[in-house]
């Protein structure tokens, strides 16, 4: 299976998958930087929580610790996103996303 296969699987598997009242990249940043509840609020509302797909690849380059503040929803939801970042990006990115041994 080459890269585009199983990005094509992973985006079947993910399909229907939505954050629901997960946390997202953006609030996993707000709760890593242990901003006011207003402002993990905010980020909260402007998170990414419909398709997966529409996160653009910038924002996961960015956010490479963010899963580590996620619940289970969050996870679900943005690991599709970070998986098809990493087969897209594995050889030209630079990005922490994807720290090498």
């Given at each position: 299976?080459n890269?585009?296969?199983?990005?094509?699987?992973i985006?079947?598997?993910?399909?229907?998958?939505?954050?629901?009242d997960?946390?997202?990249?953006?609030e996993?940043?707000?709760?890593?930087?242990?901003?006011?509840?207003?402002?993990?609020?905010?980020?909260?509302?402007?998170?990414?929580?419909?398709?997966?797909?529409?996160?653009?690849?910038?924002?996961?380059?960015?956010?490479?610790?963010a899963?580590?503040?996620?619940?289970?929803?969050g996870?679900?939801?943005?690991?599709?996103?970070?998986?098809?970042?990493?087969?897209?990006?594995?050889?030209r990115?630079?990005?922490?996303?994807l720290e090498?041994?």
């Open positions: 299976m890269r585009n296969e199983l990005i094509e699987k985006a079947a598997a993910f399909k229907n998958t939505s954050l629901e997960g946390i997202g990249i953006l996993s940043e707000a709760l890593d930087c242990c901003v006011s509840e207003n402002e993990r609020e905010k980020a909260r509302r402007d998170d990414y929580r419909e398709n997966w797909r529409s996160i653009p690849d910038a924002v996961i380059s960015e956010h490479y610790s899963l580590c503040f996620m619940d289970a929803k996870l679900r939801f943005n690991l599709p996103a970070y998986m098809t970042f990493a087969l897209k990006n594995y050889d990115s630079r990005s922490t996303v090498r041994p």
